[in-house]
């Protein structure tokens, strides 16, 4: 794997001193952030997901949760004192956050963002999520994300 370049998800990381793991999966073997449990043989509640909204007030948030889970609209609007929020559009995401669809971290947006993890990161050592590449995941301690993004941990799923 040396061949395989950092993203700057791990730059940051590696800038803050944040250790981390790296995850490699070819499209074929990971077709839904689930299957990221299963390649990886951890507990199905460790991969998260990294999803982008908007509010009413045309503020974007990203919130972070395990990819066997759904996000609950009227519960994150509430976490981040909003009327209402909705997704963004796939079309969108690339020029608001430089990710694309699939590829999406927290870490390293083109802009900050309010950011929620679901309280469930907080049961584990470490959790994955995209290294901002599709295909790539970092493993890291929810834990050493608050020294490189200003987070909330909130009950945000159905």
Do not use: W
């Not at 730059?11 to 077709?31: A, C, F, G, N, T």
């Not at 990886?40 to 908007?54: A, S, Y």
């Amino acid at each position: 794997m040396a061949d395989i370049k950092k993203t700057n998800v791990m730059r940051i990381l590696e800038q803050h001193d944040i250790p981390y793991q790296e995850h490699h999966y070819s499209k074929d073997d990971v077709k839904k952030g689930i299957d990221v449990a299963q390649k990886t043989e951890i507990d199905p509640n460790q991969p998260f997901k990294t999803l982008v909204t908007v509010g009413k007030s045309k503020e974007h948030y990203v919130f972070v949760i395990p990819v066997n889970k759904e996000l609950d609209l009227k519960k994150a609007a509430k976490a981040v004192d909003e009327k209402s929020i909705q997704m963004i559009k796939e079309k969108e995401l690339l020029p608001l956050t430089g990710y694309r669809h699939g590829g999406c971290s927290p870490i390293g947006m083109k802009k900050s963002f309010r950011t929620t993890f679901h309280s469930s990161a907080q049961e584990y050592p470490t959790i994955l999520f995209s290294a901002g590449k599709v295909g790539v995941s970092v493993e890291v301690s929810p834990t050493d994300v608050m020294k490189v993004l200003e987070i909330q941990f909130m009950d945000v799923t159905k």
